[in-house]
Antibody, heavy 120, light 108 residues
């Protein structure tokens, strides 16, 4: 069974960079697309972006200038960096695996989510 | 960006009753629509993809229908574990794939 686990600071200061890592177990990041989704009371569920093992990335245009997703196959992890954080970035952040096969590109596996608050 | 609109915002249903949830897209997404269930304190769970195909392990009481701009999720006989928030998501156009704002199914 594939499991995803987010890790990173729960509190980020305004203007700093929000950094999260997702560790994958029960499967390899060398297959499928891997992504980040966030959820806030104000904006609901929002795709941030996703990455494939070859390094190809796709980002939400609303965040594209500030976001970077990378992948480390040696650690079976992928990561999110969101620069110049503001209070509007306060949300629960989920890492996710996009379906392969027939259910592509629905999200088949989700991490448990991690609350990130942007505040001084 | 495609806007997904769900109705109603809250649906009050008794156990054993049928629940019908609606999702509308601001432009056609063909059949590229998924439904997710989110229980309190948990991540969303994939229920339906391609508008009408149940994901692995999803009970038969969940069914999806529709295409283009109008979609429906039906829960034929509500069980206690079905009281949750349900989201639709279009995955026809990136960027970005977009979610509806959710329908909360609560106990009547």
């Amino acid at each position: 069974q594939v499991q995803l686990q987010e890790s990173g600071p729960g509190l980020v200061k305004p203007s700093e960079t929000l950094s999260l890592t997702c560790t994958v177990s029960g499967g390899s990041v060398r297959s499928y697309f891997w992504g980040w989704i966030r959820q806030s009371p104000g904006k609901g569920l929002e795709w941030i972006g996703y990455i494939y093992i070859n390094g190809d990335t796709n980002y939400n245009p609303s965040l594209k200038s500030r976001v970077s997703i990378s992948i480390d196959s040696s650690k079976n992890q992928f990561s999110l960096k969101l620069s110049a954080a503001t209070a509007a970035d306060t949300a629960v952040y989920y890492c996710a695996r996009v379906c392969g096969g027939d259910c592509y590109p629905a999200v088949e596996y989700w991490g448990q989510g991690t609350q990130v608050t942007v505040s001084s | 960006e495609i806007v997904m609109t769900q109705s109603p915002a809250i649906l009050s249903v008794s156990p054993g009753e049928r629940a019908t949830l609606s999702c509308r897209a601001s432009q056609s997404v063909e059949s590229n629509l998924a439904w997710y269930q989110q229980r309190p304190g948990q991540a969303p769970r994939l229920l339906i993809y391609d508008a009408s195909t149940r994901a692995t392990g999803i009970p038969g009481r969940f069914s999806g229908s529709g295409s283009g701009t109008e979609f429906t999720l039906t829960i034929s006989s509500l069980q206690s574990e079905d009281f949750a928030i349900y989201y639709c998501q279009q995955n026809y156009v990136w960027p970005p794939w977009t979610f509806g704002q959710g329908t909360k199914v609560e106990l009547k």
